[in-house]
């Protein structure tokens, strides 16, 4: 492969008053402009409007039942590990809760025509693991994550029905 010098080491050899480095710098400025020019035309008329989440809400509330259902199966991996096994009922429907709610958080990201479909599923799941974690309400994350999942599961009612 050849040397390239930079633009700015280039002879300023000229005819007529114009040297070798103004005419690559004139091309490279035309081709620029002209880029823009065609980017620019093209996303006139674009329509962004399905660039983002339909259902902020619904999607925001997915999420927070996520981050609630990690923060309540570590807490039931401490108990656990200290012997006890009284949350694995909970942390079985929680790991259930989050597969489907990710899912479902995926494809409210991608407006997915498959969002009604998919929300009966993630309502009955939503609705047992609320069941489940409130027989543990004494314990934060677990009273966190069965209020998340009651939200999850009211935000599809508002949003979906």
Do not use: W
Request: aromatic share 4%; proline share 2%; charged share 25%.
């Amino acid at each position: 492969m050849p040397d390239l010098e930079p633009l700015s080491d280039l002879p300023r050899e000229s005819t007529g008053g114009i040297s070798r480095r103004d005419v690559l710098l004139g091309i490279g400025a035309a081709a620029t402009v002209a880029y823009a020019g065609t980017a620019a035309s093209a996303m006139k008329g674009h329509d962004h409007s399905k660039h983002t989440a339909q259902l902020p809400g619904l999607l925001d509330a997915t999420n927070s039942c996520l981050d609630k259902g990690q923060r309540c199966i570590a807490h039931c991996l401490v108990s656990f590990q200290e012997g006890d096994l009284e949350l694995a009922d909970c942390a079985a429907k929680v790991h259930e809760m989050q597969a489907i709610c990710g899912a479902f958080s995926y494809l409210l990201a991608a407006n997915s025509g498959y969002l009604k479909a998919y929300a009966d599923v993630c309502t009955q799941v939503c609705e047992d693991c609320e069941k489940e974690c409130r027989k543990h309400e004494e314990h934060i994350e677990c009273k966190a994550c069965a209020d998340a999942c009651a939200e999850v599961v009211d935000q599809i009612k508002l949003s979906l029905s």
